[in-house]
């Protein structure tokens, strides 16, 4: 196990280390982790665990980097770089699945395909599974199939006190209830995730309706009728972005299907009762796993700078969702930016597991803010603020995966559930050593500082 360490190294090789496979371009450079090592093994992270108790340091964790306030970057830690410990196994006859942390959507997906087999994980490509999981993840068709975290069956953890367990329902249950839903508040290190995996869809296709700025109000209360006589396969949202068209207004629907007659059926009533004057229009258009992925990508560009914002929401008459997102949808700051709306029945309806994740809204709402440039940060991140505290006024809570604490203090779970993670963290991280960049709801009273000594001197060889 190498760690390299931040007080002798040069401070631009040092910089790339930390910053390596962060997808955000826009980083907290006021923080910066003591050390960072690349574990290939578990041995290689239980090492490194020993190496921070030894020096009093905390550990904080990268799974896939694509937190959007890059959470596996914080001060007086080691980070636990996992990108380079990548393994997956596959059980086709039990239809399950063993991936370490850092394997990502797409990489998981391309192996399970060799054996027809499929796992809902994040609709962008590169999202890993660490982070995506331990938050919920909202994968594909989320609000029929439910959250990815659902299909975790096990968990292999390194605790913050260094010793390997295995967590399931059964075992160490406590911490398996923290795995799905605490997102970066999870006190330990999930080395393997053990999955349910799903026969893979034959037959994907796609409608998409494409509508001017003008026919927003149409479009979108069009697209809220269509929810409820959907069918279980089909996944509905509402995006608006811009496109070669200028900016517009999309209603994109997919359904994952065993063969073409099934899509035709799950897509023809949207499109018999879609509003006129589209500026452009697709229907049962045929898609793959890949060129699914490759739109998420291409809307989700790297090499830029983000900020985001979300939102659940109940179904109330009382509220209108068309006019409470109008502002957000439609004067979007920058033109690499997008909005979307995704409705999460019928699984919001559902009685979910017994679980960290605890709020269910029957609308999603969020906002990736993107742009390019330094120079825009300023005025990208107040547009977010001050129209997503008018968008969010009537909302639930927030998706801690879609979230950055510097905006604001939101609601992650249920209260219970809120006080049951503390006495957990408390239960299997009584020093705080995991640092994940938690919401302050879930700081320790008396602050970490007051748990871990700060150390005084790193030892001369740091290793
Ligand atoms: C372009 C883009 C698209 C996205 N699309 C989706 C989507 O479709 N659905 C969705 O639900 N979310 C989505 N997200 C949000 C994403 O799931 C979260 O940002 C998630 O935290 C990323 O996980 P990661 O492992 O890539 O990130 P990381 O930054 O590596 O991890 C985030 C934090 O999770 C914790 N963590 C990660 N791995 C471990 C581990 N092994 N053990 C203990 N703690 C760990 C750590 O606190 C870490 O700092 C998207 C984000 C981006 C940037």
Known sequence: MHIIWNDTSDTRAYDEVCWANVFNLRRPKHRRPRGVTKPRCDEDILAAVERAIQLGLRIAVRSGGHSFEAWSIQDNAIMVNLCEYKQVK????????????????IELNEILAQDNLFFPGGHCPDVGLGGFLLQGGMGWNCGNWGWACELVQGIDVITAEGKPVYCDITQNSDLFWAARGAGPAFPGIVTRFHLRVMPCPQSIYSSCYIFPHALYATAFRWAITLVDDLDTDTELTAKAYHQDLGPCFSIIITTFKHNFQD????????????????LSEWFCSPESMSSLYAALASINPEGHRYSTDNGFFHDDPNIDLVSNFEEAFLTLPHESSYAFWAPMRPWSRRNIAEMALSLQGDHYFAVYTIWEDEKDDQRCQEWLRRTMKRALKTSIGSYIGDSEFSHRDARYWRDQNTERLMEIRRKWDPQSRIAGGYPSTLALPNGRASVIEEPSRLDDEHM
């Open 263 to 278: 899509a035709m059926q799950a897509l023809q009533p949207a499109h018999e009762s879609r509003p006129a004057g589209t």
């Open 90 to 105: 596959v059980d086709t006859a039990r239809r399950t699945a063993t991936a370490t942390s850092s394997v990502t959507s």
